[in-house]
């Protein structure tokens, strides 16, 4: 039967077969949140890139859509954004009530051009522009992935656009319709930043400003003010974790929300596991932005995956328990100690501001107080928050049968939280 297979996750975005890679054009339109992404329908592995497409009102149960976007004789569909056209800047919309759902995305061809699709059905229909590209190619490169926003201090379109490996940069564009652009400025992410950029605004908790924030693959990102073309950094960092060259990647956060939040999901990069479908997506979560430092909190809807009361443990080294799939709060000590979650060991030391585990070695908080911790369990996957959002790891393991969680070294825990969770496939 479909998606019961016993290596698919059972609470992480999975398409029913093939490969699915990088999130593409999320956004909520009229009721709906569209889960556009990378996707290979004929094979478990990377290949010919298509736009898959999955619809929700929940942001945890998805249903999945026929296939939006197909290669065609110009290139393959390569990684984009959706945007809602309220204004009809574009002229494609026909009836005001339903504005053009805009998409632009990457036609990976000889050369690497920025192309645009438009729905005028909310999604079902998608249709590609007759005027293509909109953005030609700028220098050469395997340019690639754009990211668009609406910028209200000067009444136009940003895109972030990578220039490719080859240069290793990002372009910043500019546009008053949606259809003509120009490059305005050229600028780097450190620590190694590439491809995928993703390019918002968003309010500082601490004072109200709001600020511009670019993000790109691996979780680095940028935060300041977009002034004259040009992106004035104020703020640099890393907001989510990686595991080598798995873990999250690649994300995106969604376009015209109907509140003020920050919403994100990344590909969640993992083994192929099976011979029907691989990869999947990691839980939604939140960012907020706290003096200039972006957050991660898991999105209130994960809720949703609560499937019955929560157990309380307190002093205890070792917590045993029926079931696979489970929601974990703890508290680690201000000095070090080994943890094992379902066979994955990690190492936590809050003093000294790391966490180890077999995929490597990760900064924490410098913190004089311990720490708390929330984690998810799946299937094939841990995804580890810090409580008051300073760090994010999604962690493809291997589960092995031993005890939800143990402390062979430096416990017991003051107290865990066990809440048993449910399948998001129906």
Same mark, same amino acid.
């Given at each position: 039967?479909? #998606?019961?297979?016993?290596?698919?996750?059972?609470?992480?975005?999975?398409?029913?077969?093939?490969?699915?890679?990088?999130?593409?054009?999320? $956004?909520?339109?009229?009721?709906?949140?569209?889960?556009?992404?990378?996707?290979?329908?004929?094979?478990?592995?990377?290949?010919?890139?298509?736009?898959?497409?999955?619809?929700?009102?929940?942001?945890?149960?998805?249903?999945?859509? /026929?296939?939006?976007?197909?290669?065609?004789?110009?290139?393959?569909?390569?990684? +984009?954004?959706?945007?809602?056209?309220?204004?009809?800047?574009?002229?494609? +919309?026909?009836?005001?009530?339903?504005?053009?759902?805009?998409?632009?995305?990457? $036609?990976?061809?000889?050369?690497?051009?920025?192309?645009?699709? #438009?729905?005028?059905?909310? @999604?079902?229909?998608?249709?590609?522009?007759? *005027?293509?590209?909109?953005?030609?190619?700028?220098?050469? +490169?395997?340019? =690639?992935?754009?990211?668009?926003?609406?910028?209200?201090?000067? +009444?136009?379109?940003?895109?972030?656009?990578?220039?490719?490996?080859?240069?290793?940069?990002?372009?910043?564009?500019?546009?008053?319709?949606?259809?003509?652009? =120009?490059?305005?400025?050229?600028?780097?992410?450190?620590?190694?930043?590439?491809?995928?950029?993703?390019?918002?605004?968003?309010?500082?908790?601490?004072?109200?400003?709001?600020?511009?924030?670019?993000?790109?693959?691996?979780?680095?990102?940028?935060?300041?003010?977009?002034?004259?073309?040009?992106?004035?950094?104020?703020?640099? @960092?890393?907001?989510?974790?990686?595991?080598?060259?798995?873990?999250?990647?690649?994300?995106?956060?969604? &376009?015209?929300?109907?509140?003020? *939040?920050?919403?994100?999901?990344?590909?969640?990069?993992? #083994?192929? =596991?099976?011979?029907?479908?691989?990869?999947?997506?990691?839980?939604?979560?939140?960012?907020?932005?706290?003096? @200039?430092?972006?957050?991660?909190?898991?999105?209130?809807?994960?809720?949703?995956?609560?499937?019955?009361?929560?157990?309380?443990?307190?002093?205890?080294?070792?917590?045993?328990?029926?079931?696979?799939?489970?929601?974990?709060?703890?508290?680690?000590?201000?000095?070090?100690?080994?943890?094992?979650?379902?066979?994955?060991?990690?190492?936590?030391?809050?003093?000294?501001?790391?966490?180890? $585990?077999?995929?490597?070695?990760?900064?924490?908080?410098?913190?004089? &107080? /311990?720490?708390?911790?929330?984690?998810?369990?799946?299937?094939?996957?841990?995804?580890?928050?810090?409580?008051?959002?300073?760090?994010?790891?999604?962690?493809?393991?291997?589960?092995?049968?031993?005890?939800?969680?143990?402390?062979?070294?430096?416990?017991?825990?003051?107290?865990?939280?066990?809440?048993?969770?449910?399948?998001?496939? =129906?």
């Amino acid at each position: 039967m479909a #998606y019961q297979e016993p290596e698919r996750q059972q609470f992480h975005f999975s398409s029913r077969k093939g490969w699915l890679n990088d999130p593409n054009g999320l $956004c909520f339109y009229q009721g709906t949140y569209h889960l556009f992404y990378q996707h290979n329908p004929a094979a478990v592995h990377w290949g010919p890139m298509h736009w898959g497409h999955a619809t929700g009102t929940d942001l945890i149960h998805w249903q999945e859509q /026929p296939i939006a976007l197909y290669p065609d004789e110009s290139g393959t569909m390569f990684s +984009g954004c959706a945007v809602v056209d309220e204004q009809n800047l574009t002229g494609l +919309g026909v009836d005001p009530a339903s504005p053009p759902l805009l998409f632009f995305y990457t $036609c990976a061809g000889k050369p690497f051009t920025q192309n645009l699709a #438009y729905s005028l059905d909310g @999604g079902r229909t998608v249709v590609k522009y007759a *005027r293509n590209p909109v953005v030609p190619n700028l220098h050469g +490169g395997e340019e =690639r992935d754009p990211s668009v926003a609406f910028d209200p201090a000067s +009444g136009t379109w940003r895109m972030a656009l990578y220039l490719g490996d080859e240069r290793g940069d990002f372009a910043l564009l500019e546009s008053a319709d949606l259809l003509n652009w =120009r490059e305005t400025a050229l600028f780097r992410i450190p620590n190694g930043g590439r491809e995928c950029p993703e390019l918002f605004q968003i309010a500082d908790e601490t004072d109200g400003k709001l600020r511009w924030a670019i993000l790109e693959a691996n979780g680095n990102y940028l935060v300041g003010d977009i002034a004259d073309g040009r992106f004035q950094v104020e703020h640099t @960092g890393i907001f989510m974790h990686r595991s080598g060259l798995k873990g999250g990647y690649a994300g995106q956060t969604f &376009k015209n929300l109907p509140d003020d *939040r920050r919403l994100y999901i990344a590909w969640q990069q993992d #083994y192929i =596991r099976g011979d029907a479908f691989s990869q999947s997506m990691t839980l939604p979560v939140e960012l907020k932005l706290v003096g @200039g430092e972006l957050r991660v909190h898991p999105a209130a809807e994960t809720r949703l995956l609560r499937a019955g009361e929560a157990q309380q443990f307190r002093d205890v080294s070792t917590v045993n328990a029926d079931g696979e799939l489970w929601e974990l709060e703890f508290e680690t000590p201000l000095h070090g100690v080994m943890l094992n979650i379902a066979g994955t060991d990690l190492w936590i030391d809050s003093a000294a501001g790391v966490l180890r $585990c077999n995929a490597g070695e990760y900064p924490l908080p410098h913190t004089e &107080k /311990p720490l708390r911790w929330r984690a998810w369990l799946d299937r094939n996957t841990l995804e580890l928050f810090e409580s008051e959002g300073r760090f994010w790891l999604p962690l493809p393991i291997q589960r092995r049968p031993e005890p939800v969680i143990s402390v062979p070294q430096g416990g017991p825990l003051a107290a865990v939280t066990l809440r048993p969770l449910q399948t998001i496939w =129906r």
